[in-house]
């Protein structure tokens, strides 16, 4: 019973297909409550339409999807702001829910764009305009967050900082966490579970279990299991968000 | 003063701007001014169904273009056309069909023009208890339903994820455009009713740097468009729709030149 009340959001044997063709098939997942779930795969693997049947994006699907929560932020992949809408990062961030100025402001400094407010959307660089996405996904303060390769093309320092703020805040919020990305070395280390797709699920387990997974080998190639040693010994340390390095 | 046609015509026109402003603006954002035309021909259909039956034209026209826009959201699903095709498709047909049939009703007299154009002696105080009462619902509907519509405008996925519903707020939407072409038709007439939705609109781009300023610069341009409009309309004698929607593109061509002024200062 208490599993079932920390779940968000589960996908039973679900699939969806367009044009006859099956952009991916049988996946079975669960997010729970304070849980970082992350799928990786190549492209065209079905990450994002897996995120998108979660989100109930997708109707016409096969299989079940059961959600819990109404409360989900998304960061999509892609998003593009026409021009004929003219739009200011403050527009942007009360898009889907009444927020005061104050929750505005927190979510944009804890993403390090405070300073972006009144700027024009289209203005924006792409990785400033990541980290308002990532803004605008958790200012509401939501139990289920879908995260779509949320720091394409923030800077490399930044990227870290982003996937610990992420980490963060799913301890702080309790919230579940799906989230699709490319960086195995970072996304792993902070990671509960992974699915690892192509099509359909390839394997899944805790980070350990699915690098040594010998599909997972084959997906991704012999260096990326090691990748996983080497981020296996940075557990003993956390970094805070002023960069200070602390032990566990 | 009411039996004035112009004060009627004036304060017409001012509750068709009000309405106008906003709705033109996701018109213009959501990129539906072809949308607008076909609704707006088959309104031609309504006005004749209006006729014949002896129904009000508004309620007639409100009818006919939401079944056209419900028939067109049917077409877009089950063919494979490309949609500017089935607008272009619906929006002549309609019209056509509805030129037809006024040739049949020989009996009754018909002030093409008028209804192309807009014809402000027409106005009659029905209309004018039509264009405020209408309007305002028009305004109230959309203020509800603003949130879940401009946010599918801006990313339907986003949207869609978040629980807004989007697509329910599209339905209601397309009766809305229906609603506003079936409470002007008499001012600006049926072919330039989607000028009057875009053009004080785009204007108000130019001059607008967030949703809210385009929404409040759109209904400024639109009232504007219309006194002046209709002033000229009196003092030159020309049809009421075309003066009103050249005065707003005076006031679009106007608003160039602040962008031009604005990419001088960014220099």
């Known amino acids: 019973m208490s599993s079932k009340k920390n779940t968000l959001v589960k996908l039973e044997n679900a699939g969806y297909s367009q044009n006859n063709k099956w952009l991916v098939r049988g996946v079975s997942l669960e997010v729970e409550k304070g849980k970082i779930v992350t799928l990786i795969g190549p492209n065209g693997s079905g990450k994002s339409t897996t995120a998108k049947i979660a989100l109930g994006i997708y109707k016409k699907i096969e299989g079940k999807v059961e959600k819990y929560t109404k409360k989900v932020g998304y960061v999509p992949q892609k998003v593009s702001i026409d021009w004929t809408l003219p739009l200011r990062v403050n527009d942007f961030m009360v898009l889907t829910e009444n927020l005061k100025g104050d929750a505005i402001n927190e979510a944009l400094s804890l993403t390090g764009v405070e300073h972006l407010k009144n700027k024009n959307l289209g203005n924006l660089s792409g990785g400033e305009f990541q980290r308002v996405l990532l803004a605008r996904a958790i200012s509401k303060k939501p139990e289920l967050l879908v995260l779509d390769e949320p720091v394409q093309g923030v800077d490399f320092t930044g990227e870290i900082a982003l996937y610990e703020l992420i980490k963060k805040i799913s301890d702080e919020l309790n919230c579940g966490i799906l989230l699709i990305s490319h960086d195995l070395h970072t996304v792993m280390s902070a990671t509960d579970h992974v699915v690892c797709l192509n099509g359909h699920v390839c394997c899944s387990g805790s980070p350990i279990d699915v690098a040594k997974n010998m599909e997972y080998k084959a997906l991704f190639g012999e260096q990326a299991s090691q990748i996983l040693s080497v981020y296996e010994h940075r557990h003993d340390h956390v970094h805070s968000n002023e960069g200070e390095i602390k032990k566990n | ?267």
Request: glycine content about 8%.
């Open chain 2, 1 to 267: 003063m009411f039996d004035d046609f112009f004060i009627r015509a004036l304060i017409a026109g001012i509750g068709v701007a009000l309405v106008t402003g906003p709705l033109g603006c996701f018109v213009v954002w959501r990129r539906l001014s072809y949308f607008g035309d076909t609704l707006s021909h088959s309104a031609l259909l309504g006005v004749t169904i209006a006729y014949s039956f002896e129904l009000n034209i508004a309620v007639s026209v409100f009818l006919i273009s939401s079944i056209i826009a419900l028939f067109l959201i049917q077409l877009q699903k089950k063919t494979n056309l490309p949609g500017d095709a089935l607008l272009g498709l619906l929006a002549h047909s309609s019209l056509a069909v509805g030129l037809v049939v006024i040739g049949f009703l020989t009996f009754i007299r018909f002030d093409i023009m008028g209804l192309l154009f807009g014809d402000i002696l027409a106005v009659t105080v029905k209309d004018l208890t039509i264009i405020w009462f209408g309007g305002a619902l028009i305004l109230l509907v959309l203020k509800l339903i603003w949130k879940p519509l401009f946010a599918s405008t801006v990313n339907y996925e986003l949207a869609e994820a978040e629980g807004l519903n989007p697509d329910r707020a599209k339905a209601i939407f397309t009766i809305l455009m229906a609603a506003i072409i079936a409470i002007s038709i008499k001012m600006v007439g049926l072919l330039l009713i989607t000028g009057m939705l875009i053009i004080p609109a785009a204007m108000a781009r130019n001059i607008s740097d967030n949703p809210k300023k385009m929404v409040l610069f759109a209904i400024i341009g639109g009232l504007l468009s219309v006194i002046i409009g209709l002033f000229s309309s009196l003092e030159f004698n020309t049809a009421s729709g075309p003066s009103i929607i050249t005065a707003s593109l005076i006031l679009f061509i106007l608003s160039l030149l602040k962008i031009k002024q604005s990419i001088q200062l960014k220099n």
